[in-house]
């Protein structure tokens, strides 16, 4: 397991690479979270994230533990970015690993539910009309809670059925 909060940017490729060779599982999932150049149709032309050091570390640890006490997981590995973020910067990345690959999509989508929800960050977005605050969204609390109430997870209701 690892976590981290840091404001340099993220080595997808490389850090991939050194967590697939740490482990003998037979599925990793990755999730990488980017800037938008727009938000709920504003432009954005950057994203400040701050944080509480110490306590946001914390918060990620028990959102891991709590993936790893429902699925049986090989390893996890969580980077947070701060800092200001230009469009197409990754803020986030989630990876797990496990034995077979639903118990890695099921932990990998618990993991950004929960992130996006309970993990102490803040967001400012700067646009043509200056900066705002961006707060949790409808969206990001359903999900976070469905994984409370044992929910089935949702189909995408933009794709094919």
Same mark, same amino acid.
């Given at each position: 397991?690892? $976590? ?5 940017? $993220? ?11 740490? !482990?003998?599982?037979?599925? !990793? ?33 028990? $959102? ?18 701060? #800092? ?6 990754? $803020? ?24 996006? !929800? ?11 009309? #200056? ?18 109430? #044992? ?11």
């Amino acid at each position: 397991m690892a $976590i981290r909060v840091q404001s340099e940017g $993220i080595d997808v490729s490389g850090e991939l690479a050194a967590f697939a060779d740490a !482990t003998a599982a037979g599925a !990793t999932c990755l999730f990488v979270g980017r800037v938008r150049d727009v938000n709920a149709g504003v432009a954005v032309a950057a994203m400040t994230l701050e944080y509480y050091p110490g306590m946001a570390e914390k918060e990620l640890a028990r $959102i891991e533990s709590a993936a790893r006490g429902q699925w049986p997981l090989q390893d996890v590995l969580v980077i947070h970015r701060y #800092g200001r973020l230009q469009p197409g910067d990754e $803020i986030v990345l989630v990876a797990v690993a496990s034995a077979h690959r639903d118990a890695a999509f099921d932990a990998c989508r618990f993991l950004v539910d929960w992130l996006k !929800t309970r993990a102490p960050f803040w967001k400012s977005e700067a646009g043509p009309a #200056g900066s705002r605050w961006v707060g949790a969204r409808a969206e990001d609390d359903a999900a976070a809670e469905r994984w409370e109430k #044992g929910e089935p997870l949702p189909l995408d209701p933009g794709a094919p059925q």
